[in-house]
Structure formats: structure tokens, C-alpha cells
């Protein structure tokens, strides 16, 4: 899967972006501040639907304009694709793959695939289990649109659950009692088809990322992945009967796959609390190099890959390592500090503090504000 192409106009800093991409590794090059985040933020966009780094619309659309357009051209497999985003400050954002209409971000799934590494991404071993949720979800869904439909009806009932327990104040009459055991039988349904898949899923990244931290870390060690779900020796239904009564005195769900977690181990202990800041980054960078390679390896299409100020968190020897273990395909990167002395961009894009228009270039040649 390879960017060939993509444009911009009112897209956070930019006024008008017009850029020819190469495959192999594209170098996002200039000091911090000048909007290189911009770019790698844009093409994942296309992908998403979001930004991955939790941006609002409004915050993408440069100031002083009503919108933001964003648009890429994808070669894969000798097919031609055109992605085309229209980011608006009032009303529904609008989205054409080769002129068709898109609703829902799984139908771009097959146009155009990331995989974003970046400095946030440290929070997935530091942070709370809700990020090790996220990234398994969103994993699920890269592999198979489908998924979705999974987590979304999960995500439905477990809202509407909530809501009757809260509204409930302590106590259930006789239809409020039927009512929840309706929203139970479904939940217990999508919950638990969402917990094996994504057990299934730490089974088979498991592997991947003990080979993957090696690479990164250049040091062998124990790492470990393990899905954790406390409910699923007896199912979650007999999980819900048992804490009923705790459920309607504070009116939330208290057991489920929304409270489970991914359990990160190194060298056997947990290492959110017991492994260094450069190991939990190796950690980090791990989990994505091999959610990449699983990708890879379901699809037989490489993701284009995004690192987005990676470096700035990495000492030299990690730097140089990672770019080592990179699967082939085409990779953005973004850097303040410049590339490792060993490695050669097929492309540089260099941004100056004054840039607002990149003007149109070919690949092997620079830009600059």
C-alpha cells in the first residue's frame, strides 16, 4: 500500500499542501513547532477518520477558515484509489472514495491502511486499561471490518444498561426487572463474542511482540501479554447476577470486557509499575511493530506507516534499531533531531517555521518554507 499523493488546503497550519510521495521511507524534516505532526496526522485521517492524536474537527481547520480539505491517492496492488475528506466547523463531515459517498470509517478499511506509532503511545503501557482496550479494538477492526459491529453493540447495551440502572435509584419494579434482563441477555452476547476475539487476538500478537521488543531493545526478554478478564470462568451472566445488588446501589455495569484489561509483563513483573521509562517505550513500540506485522500478515497488504516524533523519544541505539526492524512497505516519519547517521530516505520534506503552503514536488527533492 503506497501514498502516492496528497493534498491539502486549510489543514491546520497549512493554507494549501501539494505533495508526491515516494515509497520506502519519507523523512518529515524541521524544527519542533512547525506542523510536521500536521502531515502524518492528515494522511491517517484518511484512514480513520479521526485524529490519532484525539483532535476535535474544528482544531484541524485552519484558523480563520469554515473548512478543510484533505485528500490522498493510494496505489495498491495496482489499483488506484482517491480519498477525499471535507472536515466542516458546522455540520457532518463528507468523505468520497473515488467519488462514492463513505458513512462509516470501516468502509475505508480496504482503501487505506496506518499504523501510527507515537510519543503518546507510551500511555498504553503507563496509563489505565482503557488505552490497551482501544488498541486491541481498533486492531480487531484492521484485521476485519466486522468487528465493529461487535464492539458497537456492546458499546450500545452497555449504555443503555447504564442508563436504566441509573435511573433506577436502588430499587426495580416488575417492568424496569424485565427491562434489564433484556439488556443483560445482550450484553452477556456481545460481551462475550468481544472478549474472545480480542483473547484470540493477545494469543496471536504474543509472539510477535517478544520478537518485536528484541528487535527494538536489542537485548532478549521475557515479555509477556495476557488478556484479563476476571468474569470469564463463569460467563458474564452468572458476573452480573453476582453483583447486582452493588450495580443498583452506585448505577453502573461493574463487570464486563469495558473493565477488563491487557496485562503487560516484562522479565515477570508488571511492567507498568516495575520496567523503566526505555523499556515501557520499547513496550510501546513493540505493541505497534507487531500489531503492523499481524496486519501484514492477515491482509498481505503492508499499512503505511506513520512515526510521529518518534526519535525525540528514543536514544540512538533504540532510533537506529527500530528503523532496522521496519517491515518493507512505505513509512512517514516525522523527527526534530534528524535521521540516525546509518539510515537513507528514499525522500525529505523539509519544513521551515514560516511554512503555510508546500508547493508541489516530486520525490527526491526537498522543500522548504
Known sequence: MHLRHLWLKDYRSYESVDLELTSGICAVLGPNGVGKSNLLEAVSYLAMLESFRGAPTDAMIRTGAAQAVVRGEVLDAQREQLIEAELLRTGRNRVLVNKQRVIRSTDLNTALRVSVFSPDDLEMVKGGPAGRRNYLDQLLVTLDPKHHGIRSEFDKSLRQRNALLKQSRGRLDEAAEFTLEVWDTKLVESGEKLADLRSELVEQLAPLVRQAYTDVASERAATELRYEAPWRPGGLAD???????????????????????????????????????????????????????????????????????????????????????????????????????????????????????????????????
Open 239 to 369: 458476573a452480573l447476577h453476582a453483583v447486582r445488588s452493588d450495580e443498583l446501589r452506585r448505577g453502573l455495569t461493574l463487570v464486563g470486557p469495558h473493565r477488563d484489561d491487557l496485562f503487560l509483563e516484562l522479565n515477570g513483573m508488571p511492567a507498568r509499575t516495575h520496567a523503566s521509562q526505555g523499556e515501557q517505550r520499547s513496550i510501546a513500540l513493540a505493541l505497534r511493530l507487531a500489531a503492523h506485522r499481524l496486519v501484514l500478515e492477515v491482509t498481505k497488504t503492508a499499512p503505511v506507516l506513520l512515526l510521529d516524533d518518534v526519535f525525540s523519544e528514543l536514544d540512538p541505539y533504540r532510533s537506529a534499531a527500530l528503523l532496522r526492524s521496519l517491515p518493507e512497505g512505505q513509512t512517514l516519519l516525522s523527527t526534530a533531531s534528524g535521521l540516525p547517521p546509518e539510515v537513507v530516505a528514499a525522500q525529505e520534506i523539509h519544513i521551515a517555521s514560516s511554512t503555510r503552503r508546500l508547493p508541489e514536488m516530486a520525490p527526491g527533492h526537498e522543500v522548504s518554507g
